[in-house]
């Protein structure tokens, strides 16, 4: 597999996880709507996967600049 082709797959991925995100942010939201008691706690894993998801779109930018300056 080639490059470009393996960038594509990454994107892809990184596509799915973001959509996954936005699932348990609209569900930690939904939850703090009815006073759920687990509102915090989906909230805290929630927020260390965002975290996650922004570095890797800057690694993922940092790779893609980088596959077509090549």
């Known amino acids: 597999m080639d490059q470009k082709s393996l960038l594509m797959d990454l994107e ?3 596509d799915q996880l973001s ?3 936005n699932a ?3 569900m930690v939201m939904g939850l ?3 006073d ?3 509102t915090d706690g ?3 894993v929630w927020r260390y996967l965002e975290g996650a998801r922004k570095e890797m ?3 993922l930018a940092a790779v893609s600049t980088a596959g ?3």
């Open 36 to 38: 759920n008691p687990y």
């Open 24 to 26: 348990i942010k609209l």
């Open 19 to 21: 959509c996954g995100l």
């Open 68 to 70: 077509t300056g090549a």
């Open 12 to 14: 892809e991925a990184f």
């Open 42 to 44: 989906f909230y805290a």
């Open 57 to 59: 779109a800057r690694l």
């Open 32 to 34: 703090e709507d009815v």
